[in-house]
């Protein structure tokens, strides 16, 4: 099982970046999808969850409105559209995915079962 994550980068406060997860070695449809991040210094933290059929979503309540999930079945990817970056929003992102049961939305990163490498996300002032 792979995840590559990408599209991390170096981008002034209001910019958007958007990040990309490609999947293999599993069968994309039946994992629900979450990216995470790590600040310097704090702790693991989800930012955005999405099911595996892609109805249900869930937020950090400091993204919701600026950041976005989403997933491509067919080309087993998921991604995170983000806008109106903050410098508080620089981290190391990680994608995630988690087997469940139909519509399940899993939002404790204990609960996920692979991980991609992370990519470097960098906000400046």
């Known amino acids: 099982v792979q995840l ?3 599209g991390g980068g170096l981008v002034q406060t ?3 970046l958007r990040l990309s997860c490609a999947f293999s070695g599993i069968t994309f449809s039946y ?3 979450g990216w995470f991040r ?5 702790e693991l ?3 955005a969850a999405l099911s595996r059929g892609g109805g249900r979503t869930s937020y950090a309540d400091s993204v ?3 950041f976005t999930i989403s997933r491509e079945n067919d080309k087993k990817r998921v991604y995170l559209q983000m806008n109106s970056l903050k410098p508080e929003d620089t981290a190391v992102y990680y994608c995630a995915a988690d087997r469940v049961i139909s519509s399940v939305l899993p939002i404790d990163k204990a609960e996920y079962d692979y991980w991609g490498q992370g990519t470097q996300v960098t906000v400046s002032s």
């Open 45 to 47: 933290e989800l930012v």
């Open 38 to 42: 790590r600040a310097p210094g704090k």
């Open 64 to 66: 919701k409105g600026r």
């Open 31 to 33: 994992y629900a999808m």
């Open 14 to 16: 209001g910019g958007s």
């Open 4 to 6: 590559q994550a990408s």
